[in-house]
């Protein structure tokens, strides 16, 4: 079966940190491009951190910049997302997602182009 599932989401002070989880089972994950993307109350997902398919090319969205990083561990077929820093704005549900049947390979977190999707997991940043 082919899926995505995210862990390591949580309730965490500001200033925290938290380093997500991406598994994939039923295909390689570094042969697709893997995206992690959010969605808060109210609000319209968004693409947070994508890695591209192989050669590794990392994206972020300006506002985790420098607090952010995505890495994928080819032994492991799982990417993770490590969030430092950690900011109220930053609640959110985070998904991991993979563009299966449109074989994306890029490094954009282009959302039209991921179809596979995970349960996503809760983060939320509060004193």
């Known amino acids: 079966q082919v899926q995505v599932a995210e862990s390591g989401g949580g309730l965490v002070q500001p200033g925290g940190s938290l380093r997500l989880s991406c598994e994939a089972s039923?295909?390689?994950?570094?042969?697709?491009?893997i995206g992690w993307f959010r969605q808060a109350p109210g609000k319209e997902r968004e693409g947070v951190s994508c890695?591209?398919?192989?050669?590794?090319?990392?994206t972020y969205v300006d506002s985790v910049k420098g607090r952010f990083t995505i890495s994928r561990d080819v032994a492991w077929n799982t990417v993770y997302l490590q969030m430092t820093s950690l900011k109220p704005e930053d609640t959110a549900v985070y998904y991991c997602?993979?563009?299966?049947?449109?074989?994306?390979?890029?490094?954009?977190?282009?959302?039209?182009?991921?179809?596979?999707w995970g349960q996503g997991t809760q983060v939320t940043v509060s004193s």
């Open positions: 039923g295909f390689i994950m570094d042969d697709y491009a």
């Open positions: 890695i591209s398919a192989r050669n590794g090319i990392t």
């Open positions: 997602a993979a563009p299966i049947m449109n074989y994306y390979s890029g490094s954009a977190c282009l959302l039209a182009e991921y179809d596979l």
